[in-house]
Every structure is written in C-alpha cells, then in structure tokens.
C-alpha cells in the first residue's frame, strides 16, 4: 500500500522567513496531494492541494510543488507569520474503493517572533 | 452550522468498558471516515464508508466497529477498550469516492485509564 514519508518532524524558523516541507510518497497510481494545517487541540483543515497533473500551485503565501517522476512534492510558506505555527500534514490519495487518504507523520513548526 | 460533528468532544473511561462515538455531516458527502491520531500525532485511517456501505476497512482489531445508519451518519463502537486505545478519533468526509479534500470533525478525545 501507499506510505508517505515527511521531513522534518520539527521546523523552527523567524518570522519572515520562509518555511519547506518536503514529502515522498511510494505508490506511483496515488494522484490527489492535499496539505493539513492542525493548531493546537484542533481538526485538520486542508489549506492547499494539488494534483498530478499540475507542477505548482500557489495561494498568497503558500505554494506546493509536486514532481512525479521523483515522487516528491514539497509546501513552501513565505513571508512567516506567528498565526502559521502549527502541525503540518502532507497526505497522498489512493483509490481503494474509495478515497483513502495516507498520511504523512507531520511536522510541527513554530515561528519565533 | 457545524459541517461534520462528533460526540462525545472528551471521553474518559475505565479498562473494559465498551464505548460510542458519534459522527454526523451535513455536507451532503457520499463518504466518511474515522481516522485515529495516537499521541505523536500520526493520522491513520481506520475505516472507511460510501453511501453506507464499508468500502475500507484496516487492520483494526474487531473490538471496533463501526456502523453508518445512513450517509449522514458514522458511528464508532469499541468494546472492552484497552489503554492503547486512548487517542484522538477524528471523523471525516468526503465529496466524492475520486480525490476530493476532506473536512474533518472536531475530534474525541478518548483516553482510558
């Protein structure tokens, strides 16, 4: 089955600066790639996806690339603000019958004011 | 207003017993899921529903199981819980069985002591 590996588990960074995850994922049939932000204490919520038929999407100051062939696709934060710290979750779609959402172990970042 | 919610929010119980949890979605989604999200945070999925129908169901003891009176609804009942059940239970669903985002419940809070 699908298994989705995140980097890193911990991101510390300034306000301002900018932020990557990367994830790579194992099962080459998997084509929908969401990104989970969940803050403290609170549900997942989706804040950007892609799909394989797309390179790069971007939304004000978040962007995901994706590269197939590599089998990695990364989230790129810009400008850091305090309110973006949080868990961060990549998550791979295979079709099982029905959507099946794999997700990556998360990582948790903080912005430093 | 609420678009998936679960109860309980917060459930403390004794080894043993046999508890419920309840989901319910007024998105109008043919899918929904409950996922477990241990205590380092990992989301993993437990089963999965469409149009009340099982369609996913992981290597999860049998002391879970779920049941989905209708499309609107997925409940999680586990019996004789044991402590390495204590966890977040997050319900889920889903627009489509092809690659949509998710919109998760708020969460249950199970912990047994």
């Known amino acids: 089955g699908e298994n989705v590996e995140q980097h890193p588990s911990t991101l510390s960074v300034q306000e301002g600066d900018s932020a990557v995850i990367k994830c790579t994922y194992s099962?080459?049939?998997?084509?929908?790639f969401p990104w989970y932000k969940q803050e403290l204490g609170k549900r997942p919520q989706l804040i950007i996806d892609?799909?394989?038929?797309?390179g790069e999407k971007k939304d004000q100051r978040i962007a995901v690339t994706l590269n197939k062939t590599a089998k990695h696709f990364s989230l790129h934060i810009t400008e850091t603000q305090p309110e973006d710290s949080a868990v961060y979750f990549c998550a791979a779609s295979t079709i099982q019958g029905a959507q099946k959402l794999v997700f990556g172990q998360g990582t948790r970042l903080t912005i430093n004011p | 207003d609420t678009a998936v919610s679960q109860t309980p929010k917060y459930l403390v119980t004794q080894m043993g017993n046999d508890k419920s949890i309840k989901c319910e979605q007024n998105l109008g989604h043919d899918t929904m899921y409950w996922y477990k999200q241990d205590s380092k945070k990992f989301l993993k999925i437990m089963f999965s529903?469409?149009?009340?129908?099982?369609?996913i169901n992981e290597t999860v003891p049998n002391r879970f199981s779920p049941k989905s009176p209708d499309k609107a609804h997925l409940n999680l009942h586990i019996n004789s819980l044991e402590l390495g059940d204590s966890a977040v239970y997050f319900c889920?669903?889903?627009?489509?069985?092809?690659?949509?985002?998710?919109?998760f419940g708020s969460g249950t809070r199970l912990t047994v002591v």
């Open positions: 889920a669903s889903s627009s489509d069985w092809r690659n949509y985002g998710y919109t």
């Open positions: 892609i799909r394989s038929n797309v």
């Open positions: 099962d080459s049939a998997s084509n929908y």
């Open positions: 529903y469409n149009n009340k129908e099982l369609i």
